[in-house]
């Protein structure tokens, strides 16, 4: 990159003087002069040859052919002609100048590029500013370079950028580019009609494919250099948007394999974004991301402390200074090459970061996967509230200390915020077959599973919700708890399942709000309570530490509600059937059952003679059974106080505030 705009730097100040000396009327001091200028801006060492300068001093055309320049470190640089359309010369510098590159050619960062026409119209830069853009000797900040560039619109109708890497080739072509508007280095707008891209390899899957439109606005080239190449100052504390917009208006790919058959296809409708922002991080991004490309799996693993910690930090510190507002692909498809592959579609991916009221966001909408075989369907994929802030804080504190210990890692510190993860409208369906155990449907409005309020990566809420997950049961199944349920005449299955926790450090309790199970035609079961005595220790220290706090946890209370629609009937039904008796005889020999056996299971109290005859009302009329339990110590009752009363459970009953209702 640093030769190549060292050519383009070197041809605009050709240009500049060229003009000067047509008007002067002296072609021999004109070349004299071009040359010089042309040699000063390569550097010292650097080779360089024209063919031919004509000027037309009436027109005000001023034309180079043939410019060759050789680089000190073996590179090389050839323009097939350089034309200057000038309107008037102002000291050294044009004044709105348009002019013309043809045929240039260059390397850089392991790359060819080949642009075989730019004009220029209305550039108000000198060729001072244009040369030190490429000047990689300057002293001068890049972005202080970048914003002495200004231009009413610069054309190219081709770019090609060709490199080997690996043993895989690769090419881009990119097709009509235009920039308006270049203001102090920043770009108005950005607009590509599309190109090609392909990538060849003897030894492993290549791809070639095409892309249409592109566009982007508001490109603050200055503020990108400034990430780059510069380190943060002491202001450099807001992320500032890099480029307000960006859009791609349809691209698509082919898989090939290592023998050039085709083996896959995916496109994509639209790719759009939003706000992209950057700022300057304590060391410039351009050195850390050349670093980490050449450094192989081995450096990496074996780097020096300070390396490690200079590295680690630079990481983090580049991921938090980059935000994105949106970015959003419509209408992602892919497929094999036959129907036996399978083909996929996606409607809607979209990433939105987190702003002032709105946290971030990664969406899937309307995703399509199946083949002649399975047709699978989701309607959506949310995950919002998410942040890796303590991802990097917890870099720094471990891997980003020169005299971390990588044996004292605990990768606990790592865990990111996880936020809120659902997944909605899920429908799979495989064809009937006969015997087959398989369920050939099975479907889920919603799972949904929120874990926020993280200490030490460990979630102090929890919440997990599954909603109407459903399934056919198959007539041939050899699972036993399918079978059971053919047995009670259920042909499919339509289950909710909940669980939900909060820990509250003002008073150390642990709120259970809902484990539950319920089934649509059998019934339900919720159970609720309050663990008390729950340290800090239990998700702030080591995992000897947090076993020794668990062990000091207690019970408060424990709710039980038992709700029964359906399942009770079928199963005294069932069994009835089996025992050759009524149900209505069932029910009477399992009441007077519980009302023998719990008493004398909990001993013989007015709390377990009340339960025993909750248990034997529900039997008799199952609907709803409540059971609740209460510690008497407003502590409650821990793990020590079971052992020292050696598990009886008349001894335990004796501690607790035992009441059961039937409804």
């Keep these: ?30 070349r004299a002069t071009a040359d010089r200028l042309i040699r000063d801006a390569v550097g010292p060492g ?12 009436l027109s005000g055309r001023i034309a180079i052919t043939g410019l060759a320049v050789s680089t000190t470190d073996g590179r090389r640089i050839t323009v097939g002609s350089v034309v200057l359309h000038r309107q008037g010369l102002v000291s050294s510098a044009f004044a709105a100048e348009n002019f013309t590159v043809n045929g240039l050619s260059f390397e850089a960062a392991g790359a060819k590029y080949t642009i075989p026409r730019i004009d220029v119209v209305g550039g108000t830069m000198t060729a001072a500013d244009v040369r030190a853009i490429f000047d990689g000797a300057s002293a001068t900040p ?17 770019i090609t950028a060709t490199a080997t890497q690996n043993g895989i080739a690769s090419a881009f072509v990119y097709r009509d580019v235009r920039l308006f508007g270049l203001a102090a280095g920043v770009v108005r707008s950005l607009a590509i009609s599309g190109g090609t891209f392909e990538s060849r390899s003897t030894d492993h899957a290549t791809s070639k494919g095409e892309f249409g439109p592109m566009a982007a606005t508001a490109i603050d080239l200055p503020w990108i250099a400034r990430a ?38 995916a496109s994509v409708g639209r790719i759009v974004g939003k706000d992209f922002r950057l700022r300057p991080a304590r060391e410039p991004w351009l050195p850390i991301v050349q670093e980490l490309a050449t450094k192989s799996e081995e450096a990496m693993q074996n780097l020096p402390p300070e390396d490690r910690s200079r590295l680690v930090n630079a990481i983090a510190d580049m991921m938090e200074a980059s935000e994105v507002g949106l970015v959003e692909a419509t209408d992602l498809r892919f497929s094999g090459t036959s129907a036996s592959d399978g083909t996929g579609r996606i409607g809607r991916m979209s990433y939105s970061g987190a702003a002032v009221g709105r946290p971030a966001e990664m969406r899937m909408e309307g995703m399509e996967f199946g083949d002649k075989e399975t047709q699978v369907r989701v309607g959506t994929i949310l ?12 870099l720094r504190e471990t891997l980003g200390q020169p005299d971390f210990d990588p044996a004292d890692f605990d990768m606990r510190k790592l865990i990111p915020e996880l936020g809120t993860f659902a997944i909605r409208d899920v429908d799979i369906r495989t064809p009937a077959r006969k015997g ?29 919700a599954l909603d109407r997950l459903t399934m056919d049961i198959p007539p041939s199944t050899s699972e036993d708890g399918l079978k059971d349920l053919i047995a009670l005449g259920y042909k499919d299955v339509d289950v909710s399942m909940g669980f939900e926790a909060r820990w509250r450090e003002a008073d150390n309790d642990l709120s259970i709000g809902n484990v539950s199970v319920q089934g649509v035609n059998m019934g339900g079961i919720v159970l609720r309570g309050t663990v008390g005595n729950v340290t800090r220790d239990v998700f702030a220290g080591d995992a000897t530490m947090a076993q020794i706090a668990l062990f000091g946890a207690t019970v408060k209370q424990v709710a039980l509600t038992i709700d029964n629609r359906g399942l009770f009937e079928r199963v005294i039904d069932r069994e009835a059937r089996k025992q050759k008796k009524t149900p209505d005889q069932l029910r009477k020999e399992l009441g007077g059952a519980a009302q023998m056996m719990i008493p004398a299971f909990l001993g013989s109290t007015p709390s377990a003679r009340a339960v025993a005859a909750a248990v034997a009302k529900f039997v008799a009329r199952p609907n709803r059974l409540v059971v609740t339990a209460k510690a008497k110590n407003p502590m409650g009752i821990g793990a020590a106080d079971v052992l020292m009363n050696g598990g009886n459970p008349g001894d335990i009953l004796a501690q607790i505030d035992l009441t059961a209702v039937a409804e």
Excluded: C, W
């Excluded at 705009?5 to 060229?18: C, D, I, Y």
């Excluded at 202080?144 to 081709?158: T, Y």
């Excluded at 995950?383 to 917890?394: I, L, M, Q």
């Excluded at 099975?442 to 997990?464: C, F, Q, V, W």
């Design 1 to 30: 990159m640093t030769s190549r705009l060292r050519r383009f730097g070197a041809t605009v100040s050709v240009l500049a003087l060229l003009g000067a000396g047509a008007y002067a009327g002296s072609h021999l001091v004109l």
């Design 46 to 57: 650097s080779g360089v040859t024209v063919d031919a300068v004509q000027v037309e001093p």
């Design 142 to 158: 890049m972005s202080v370079r970048m914003a002495r560039l200004s231009a009413e619109s610069i054309a190219i109708p081709e």
């Design 228 to 265: 780059y190449t510069e380190k943060a100052g002491p202001n450099d504390t807001v992320a500032k948007v890099a480029y307000a917009t960006f859009s791609v208006d349809g691209l698509s790919a082919t898989t090939l394999s290592k023998t050039g058959d085709e083996v896959g296809k």
């Design 383 to 394: 995950h919002t509230g998410f942040s890796f802030a303590s991802t990097f804080a917890g």
């Design 436 to 464: 087959t155990p398989a369920p050939t449907r099975l479907g889920l409005k919603t799972m949904e599973i929120s874990a926020t309020d993280p200490i030490n990566g460990i979630p102090t809420a929890l919440r997990i």
